[in-house]
């Protein structure tokens, strides 16, 4: 299916930015000064009206520097379904404060830098590295704020992928089944016959590609149907998440290669609120959020029908982040309980062949795998993460005992840009807090 043109005005702002990084291999790319792009400077959204020059809309959000105001105000922009964090009290989370502005290290270019140059040059809006368990620091920028929530882009799958390995350890979803088991509304899909399994290490053949360089590749029709892109006028595709799945088709042999897809994501969601007869938002409430005592409710986008965003519609703060992290590199143990199982951190920490990741192309993450929505280095601490658009990380190592949450609105989506240097970064602190 071929995108009016109208629906290309948000194409061809991203596809400027994705660009300038896919040609970032063959010169410097040429950033906007970090300080010219402060939404607060800027009075973006300031004022009652805001003038028109300052206004940012659905349509705009990834329009820099409107990301940057954007990416702690997305409830104001459209539906979303809250997180609860229940009635019982914050869990504590204890500070231990070191001065980490200054700590050096070397640049993915060999150059000397810090952690506060490092946080600057990669369009930090909030920091926060957390050692044996206590907050050792913390800090926020461009306007975000320590209770306001913040989009989590596909650091959203990660949790998907949580609840989906908590619920096979728990027996409700069976991984080497087919889709369709939990799914028939699938059974003229790409996923007809694809496994659980395959759908969660995006090893499944489909007809669909994460390139926002194509302003007529498959993420801007997924976008549209989830309500993250206004569907022009006369608009053919489907404008609801359920009514969109069902018509991506196979393209190539499940289980061969991973290929990063949001659309697995949307399928394994479905299968979580199929499963349960509860929605997204719900579940992390139920099993996350008030489990670990979160300071602040998270809330979860929503499209016109109000089905809930499962791959890059969870938004939740800096320290509520830090909480899962440390709830993770614990064992699944947290706030004085068993939040999920041992066996279910286990499991993503297992990783998948590194041998299908290679098929995805990302070099720069070389030795990596993709498993259950999680990314795995296989380096020697036994770290993973969770990796979001424009630079959102959850870093756990649990060798050194660091959890680290970096929110950030880089002008260049792709996380792969940063990578290097975000890996380096975490290296730093791992070195000097162990």
Same mark, same amino acid.
């Given at each position: 299916?071929?995108?009016?043109?109208?629906?290309?005005?948000?194409?061809?702002?991203?596809?400027?930015?994705?660009?300038?990084?896919?040609?970032? /291999?063959?010169?410097?790319?040429?950033?906007?000064?970090?300080?010219?792009?402060?939404?607060?400077?800027?009075?973006?959204?300031?004022?009652?009206?805001?003038?028109?020059?300052?206004?940012?809309?659905?349509?705009?959000?990834?329009?820099?520097?409107?990301?940057?105001?954007?990416?702690?105000? !997305?409830?104001?922009?459209?539906?979303?379904?809250?997180? %609860?964090?229940?009635?019982?009290?914050?869990?504590?989370?204890?500070?231990?404060?070191?001065?980490?502005?200054?700590?050096?290290?070397?640049?993915?270019?060999?150059?000397?830098?810090?952690?506060?140059?490092?946080?600057?040059?990669?369009?930090? $809006?909030?920091?926060?590295?957390?050692?044996?368990?206590?907050?050792? +620091?913390?800090?926020?920028?461009?306007?975000?704020?320590?209770?306001?929530?913040?989009?989590?882009?596909?650091?959203?799958?990660?949790?998907?992928?949580?609840?989906?390995?908590? !619920?096979? /350890?728990?027996?409700?979803? $069976?991984?080497?089944?087919?889709?369709?088991?939990?799914?028939?509304?699938?059974?003229?899909?790409?996923?007809?016959?694809?496994?659980?399994?395959?759908?969660?290490?995006?090893?499944?053949?489909?007809?669909? %590609?994460?390139?926002?360089?194509?302003?007529?590749?498959?993420?801007?029709? +997924?976008?549209?149907?989830?309500?993250? *892109?206004?569907?022009?006028?006369?608009?053919?595709?489907?404008? %609801?998440?359920?009514?969109?799945?069902?018509? *991506?088709?196979?393209?190539?042999?499940?289980?061969?290669?991973?290929?990063?897809?949001?659309?697995?994501?949307?399928?394994?969601?479905?299968?979580?609120?199929?499963?349960?007869?509860?929605?997204? #938002?719900?579940?992390?409430?139920?099993?996350?959020?008030?489990?670990?005592?979160?300071?602040?409710?998270? +809330?979860?986008?929503?499209?016109?029908?109000?089905?809930?965003?499962?791959?890059?519609?969870?938004?939740?703060?800096?320290?509520?982040?830090?909480?899962?992290?440390?709830?993770?590199?614990?064992?699944?143990? +947290?706030?004085?309980?068993?939040?999920?199982?041992?066996?279910?951190?286990?499991?993503?920490?297992?990783?998948?062949?590194?041998?299908?990741?290679?098929? #995805?192309?990302?070099?720069?993450?070389?030795?990596?795998?993709?498993?259950?929505?999680?990314?795995?280095?296989?380096?020697?601490?036994?770290?993973?993460?969770?990796?979001?658009?424009?630079?959102?990380?959850?870093?756990?190592?649990?060798?050194?005992?660091?959890?680290?949450?970096?929110? #950030?609105? /880089?002008?260049?989506?792709?996380?792969?840009?940063?990578?290097?240097?975000?890996?380096?970064?975490?290296?730093?602190?791992?070195?000097?807090?162990?």
């Amino acid at each position: 299916m071929r995108l009016p043109r109208r629906a290309l005005s948000f194409a061809v702002a991203t596809a400027l930015l994705t660009l300038a990084q896919a040609s970032s /291999h063959a010169q410097p790319t040429q950033l906007p000064p970090p300080d010219a792009t402060d939404p607060v400077a800027l009075k973006l959204m300031q004022g009652f009206p805001p003038p028109p020059d300052k206004q940012v809309r659905l349509g705009t959000i990834l329009k820099y520097p409107n990301a940057r105001w954007a990416l702690h105000h !997305l409830r104001e922009l459209g539906p979303t379904a809250n997180i %609860a964090r229940g009635p019982g009290p914050a869990s504590e989370l204890q500070a231990a404060p070191r001065e980490l502005d200054g700590l050096a290290f070397l640049d993915d270019k060999g150059a000397r830098t810090t952690l506060a140059q490092w946080q600057k040059a990669t369009y930090t $809006d909030g920091l926060l590295v957390i050692h044996q368990g206590r907050v050792v +620091y913390e800090r926020h920028y461009v306007g975000n704020q320590p209770h306001v929530p913040h989009v989590l882009w596909s650091m959203s799958k990660s949790l998907t992928g949580l609840l989906a390995t908590e !619920l096979i /350890h728990e027996g409700l979803i $069976d991984p080497a089944a087919p889709v369709t088991r939990y799914l028939p509304e699938l059974a003229g899909s790409a996923w007809a016959d694809a496994t659980v399994q395959q759908t969660l290490d995006m090893t499944t053949g489909v007809k669909y %590609a994460e390139d926002f360089a194509d302003p007529q590749s498959g993420v801007f029709q +997924y976008l549209i149907s989830a309500g993250l *892109v206004p569907a022009p006028a006369n608009y053919p595709g489907a404008r %609801a998440m359920l009514d969109y799945l069902p018509t *991506v088709q196979k393209e190539g042999e499940h289980g061969k290669g991973f290929y990063y897809k949001s659309v697995d994501t949307e399928v394994i969601g479905w299968i979580l609120q199929r499963v349960t007869g509860k929605g997204f #938002s719900t579940l992390l409430s139920e099993r996350i959020w008030a489990p670990l005592g979160a300071e602040q409710d998270g +809330y979860v986008w929503a499209d016109p029908t109000g089905a809930q965003s499962t791959s890059v519609g969870i938004n939740a703060t800096l320290r509520d982040l830090g909480r899962l992290g440390e709830m993770l590199r614990q064992n699944g143990y +947290y706030n004085h309980k068993q939040v999920v199982s041992p066996a279910t951190v286990t499991e993503l920490r297992k990783g998948a062949d590194p041998e299908k990741f290679k098929a #995805s192309g990302q070099t720069m993450r070389a030795g990596y795998s993709y498993h259950n929505h999680w990314w795995l280095p296989h380096d020697v601490d036994g770290s993973f993460e969770a990796k979001g658009l424009m630079g959102q990380h959850i870093h756990i190592n649990p060798a050194a005992q660091l959890v680290v949450v970096k929110l #950030s609105s /880089h002008p260049i989506p792709n996380t792969a840009f940063t990578h290097n240097y975000d890996r380096l970064a975490f290296a730093a602190l791992a070195g000097a807090l162990r």
